[in-house]
């Protein structure tokens, strides 16, 4: 696994329908980061909010051949921890199982599949804090 960290901003909307107002914008937000942050990476964002009746991805990107599904976790604050905590193993397998089901939805070819988590923190009046850990499932 391998972890990087940068700064970007953005903005944005859509997130899942099952959290309060607030959450979903500070979500959609944190997506919006994330893309342009990944693009920024020189990855290819593939899709974004995709879901299945077995759950969500946030965003799938191309990464060199390689076809990545990114877990967004976003924060207003570090009060709880670290967004990355709130994935845990179970979670991360479900994603692989995930993006699988997208890879064959959309006849993809891919040289290698990974899961990749980011967590952003948005604080008031400052940039994003991005924290990018590659390779969790």
């Known amino acids: 696994m391998e972890r990087t960290a940068g700064r970007t901003s953005g903005t944005g909307r ?3 329908s099952g959290a309060p107002p607030r959450n979903r914008t500070l979500g959609a937000q944190g997506e919006t980061i994330a893309a342009a942050y990944i693009e920024g990476l020189g990855c ?3 899709d974004r909010n995709w879901r299945n009746r ?11 051949g390689v076809v990545v599904a990114v ?5 207003s604050g570090s009060g709880y921890g670290s967004p990355l ?3 845990t193993a179970r979670k991360a397998a479900r994603l692989r199982r995930l993006l699988l089901d997208w890879v064959r939805a959309h006849a993809r070819s891919a040289t290698g599949l990974r899961v990749d988590a980011i967590a952003i923190i948005l604080r008031s009046g400052a940039e994003p804090s991005i924290d990018h850990l590659r390779g969790i499932a």
């Open 54 to 64: 077995y759950g969500e991805l946030d965003l799938v990107v191309a990464d060199r």
């Open 85 to 87: 905590e709130a994935i």
């Open 44 to 46: 290819r964002v593939l």
């Open 14 to 16: 859509g997130a899942p």
């Open 71 to 75: 877990e967004v976790k976003t924060r």
